[in-house]
């Protein structure tokens, strides 16, 4: 085939594809088969396009399906088998992430804070293959604390705090800056902006004391010095590093304990389209409502995948997803969010708290239009989904003789 018949051909393909009611994401699975397979003829193409678009159209909603009580169903039943453990997360050891039905819930309630936050950090280029350049991320991400540093004592005698710095761990924590004493003279101005005080410096050690002799105030400077950032992110108290496999090959990952993911992508090294977090608050607040809808998809079915729940359609998390996000923010699914905002008296009165609901809605004159589906059956009339919502009306008529 020459090169003018094979462009002639994929012109036709893509003339083929395209004449579908196919969705854009379908048309370019079915380029990218083609693309794979080899070259195919117009009419194999054509075979493709139509299996698939009979495939899509059999795998709709039919109208007046009710899809939220099935989505309810298909998560709820699985649910039910879910543990209430916190699990290892993905074998990395020492940090513990919520799994189970705790993060299921955790979910759905839109939790303005995970009892376990973490991030996946990803990483760019060469901080992905070179672990020294990868340690160089860890150190920016993970928060240096005074007692990681070195020893602190206290000299009562003379009302200082002494603080004498390890030169090995400053080495190991600034591996881009090469003279300890600069190193030494950043954390003397930390401590004299974090805590108000002078300090006096001599090589690796550095003293400062109280303004006037005071045992508690000593006392009290070293308290709040063991609270000192110093250098990384105050929310990260642990960073682990892991060599993965990964499509593009080996690289290194960082699992972090803590989460503070605006802070996280701004980092130089650190790869901000694939990284992420598992609070979906956090992915709302730096990357938008769409990125949060696909964090709460990809949360909740990771979450059910880890308890070999797998079988639930993803279709179901979307939806729920949609519902959570349609209005442009978070919103729970509880008294506080959704099911607290119908429009349904009764609707709302069902879920919870319902004398407070039923009392409300007297006092203001509400009416229920029974609309839904819980209102419905709460009052035993048939619910307006499927054939209940079809009006079938038994007439006579008479059939007029035709002029001709």
């Not at 193409?45 to 009710?66: F, G, S």
Request: proline share 3%; glycine share 6%; aromatic share 4%.
């Amino acid at each position: 085939m020459t090169d003018a018949e094979y462009e002639h051909v994929t012109e036709d393909i893509e003339a083929v594809v395209e004449d579908t009611e196919l969705p854009r994401r379908l048309k370019d699975r079915i380029y990218e088969t083609v693309e794979e397979r080899g070259p195919i003829t117009t009419e194999q193409a054509n075979e493709i396009a139509q299996a698939t678009e009979t495939k899509y159209i059999d795998t709709r909603v039919d109208p007046l399906d009710p899809v939220g009580t099935v989505s309810a169903q298909s998560i709820g039943e699985p649910g039910t088998q879910m543990t209430m453990n916190t699990f290892h997360y993905a074998g990395v050891a020492e940090i513990d992430v919520t799994q189970g039905l705790p993060r299921l819930i955790e979910l759905v309630d839109a939790r303005k804070t995970p009892d376990t936050p973490m991030m996946t950090v990803y990483l760019d280029e060469e901080y992905a293959t070179d672990r020294e350049r990868a340690h160089e991320v860890v150190w920016s991400i993970e928060s240096t604390k005074i007692l990681s540093l070195g020893d602190v004592s206290t000299n009562v005698a003379d009302m200082l705090v002494q603080v004498d710095l390890n030169e090995e761990t400053l080495i190991e924590r600034w591996p881009t800056v090469d003279d300890v004493d600069e190193v030494a003279a950043r954390i003397a101005e930390t401590i004299e902006d974090a805590l108000g005080v002078s300090t006096r410096r001599s090589g690796t050690l550095i003293e400062f004391g109280p303004s006037e002799p005071s045992y508690r105030e000593l006392l009290q400077l070293v308290e709040e010095l063991r609270d000192v950032v110093f250098k990384g992110i105050e929310e990260v108290s642990r960073v682990v590093i892991r060599k993965e496999t990964l499509e593009d090959g080996e690289e290194f990952v960082l699992y972090t304990e803590g989460s503070a993911f605006g802070d996280v992508i701004e980092i130089e090294g650190v790869d901000a389209s694939r990284t992420t977090c598992n609070n979906i608050h956090e992915i709302y607040r730096n990357l938008g409502v769409e990125a949060a809808r696909e964090a709460i998809i990809n949360e909740t079915m990771d979450t059910l995948e880890e308890q070999g729940l797998d079988d639930v359609n993803v279709r179901h998390l979307m939806l729920v997803a949609d519902i959570m996000t349609n209005r442009g923010t978070i919103e729970s699914i509880g008294r506080h969010g959704i099911s607290g905002s119908k429009e349904s008296v009764l609707a709302r009165a069902a879920f919870e708290v319902t004398v407070n609901h039923l009392l409300d809605a007297a006092v203001h004159g509400e009416r229920d239009r029974l609309d839904g589906v819980i209102e419905n059956v709460i009052v035993g009339k048939p619910v307006a989904i499927g054939t209940g919502d079809v009006d079938l009306r038994m007439g006579s008529f008479s059939a007029q003789p035709s002029d001709d």
